[in-house]
């Protein structure tokens, strides 16, 4: 036991990396699961949210909100971490441009040019000014974090509401009045209630569903075959997510309160396979037209967790029909 914490950072790691199923479901909260985390930060493991077990994703998003603040409450950087494509120095460009002009400045999360960015800027380019200057733009203004004096920033953040009276809430904050708006004032709603400035900038608002319409929009979700993992919903619908934990406090009341046993809408490739055998023995079709035609949720599920038919029969021993 004690090897094995050492060298895989807890015993269940040790018992996946031997190639054996790790039994029974965890129960996890927020320790647990910023341990397992870090114990696979130890191990050298990826983090990027696409490859690392799924049980412990949703858990994070359940109990956290999102994987990215899962990752940052263990104390480690989330662009560090998440798998990128390489990008083109035409694509590079684009994107410092585009940053460049929503009025931020300076690198990092809140700046023009994420880390990230910044990084492959250096490799294609040499340098990041080399990168910025190339995109046409002034290192200088791009780089530098502006400061600005009580009477400099009242005079720019009228104008800007002068000029600009369908600017958002989000779109002021992402710029650098928004920031010092709210390092000096606490928000940009205080910054603007403090100069007088009414009815700007814009809130858009969108209410929550209602209990019933977050229970015809689970149910009818079920139907269409759609997957019903927290993970996936918070990425087609998040409004209805939201909605689901507003009235009925986490995701999984919100299924059995539609009438969705908890435990029906999940499949794994063990649930995916016995059903494919189930069905030969069944003497119903296996090809995907069939699959997708008689049980949605079913080929949901083959895609979700085989990527294609062809390897799920493969898995689960059966031969695949012509094409």
């Not at 090897?3 to 990396?17: E, P, T, Y």
């Not at 046409?136 to 009242?154: E, N």
Request: charged share 25%.
């Amino acid at each position: 036991m004690r090897a094995a914490d050492k060298l895989f950072g807890a015993w269940r790691h040790a018992v996946a990396a031997a190639g054996f199923i790790v039994p029974g479901n965890q129960r996890w909260d927020e320790s647990s699961i910023l341990g397992e985390i870090l114990a696979l930060h130890r191990q050298g493991a990826p983090l990027a949210l696409a490859r690392v077990p799924r049980a412990l994703t949703e858990a994070a998003v359940m109990h956290f909100g999102t994987w990215r603040s899962a990752i940052e409450r263990a104390g480690l950087d989330y662009d560090a971490i998440r798998l990128r494509r390489r990008k083109s120095r035409d694509e590079i460009l684009a994107l410092i441009r585009a940053g460049a002009g929503t009025g931020r400045m300076g690198i990092g999360p809140e700046g023009a040019i994420s880390a990230g960015l910044a990084d492959q800027a250096r490799e294609e380019f040499g340098n990041l000014s080399a990168a910025i200057e190339a995109a046409g733009l002034d290192p200088g203004q791009v780089m530098v974090v502006r400061r600005y004096t009580d009477d400099q920033f009242a005079a720019e953040l009228r104008k800007l509401a002068r000029e600009r009276p369908e600017m958002t809430l989000t779109e002021v904050g992402a710029t650098s009045l928004g920031h010092h708006a709210t390092k000096r004032f606490g928000s940009v709603r205080a910054a603007a209630a403090a100069l007088e400035i009414n009815d700007w900038p814009r809130q858009v608002h969108v209410a929550l569903p209602s209990r019933d319409e977050v229970l015809v929009g689970v149910q009818q979700r079920h139907r269409s075959g759609a997957s019903m993992r927290l993970t996936e919903v918070i990425h087609d619908d998040r409004r209805l997510m939201n909605g689901a934990y507003k009235h009925f406090g986490t995701w999984r009341s919100a299924l059995r309160a539609a009438g969705i046993p908890f435990e029906e809408a999940f499949w794994g490739r063990p649930q995916v396979k016995a059903e494919l055998r189930a069905r030969r023995l069944r003497h119903e079709g296996i090809s995907a037209a069939a699959i997708e035609r008689d049980d949605p949720r079913l080929w949901s599920a083959v895609i979700s967790c085989f990527g294609s038919l062809s390897l799920a029969l493969r898995e689960a021993g059966i031969k695949a029909p012509p094409t």
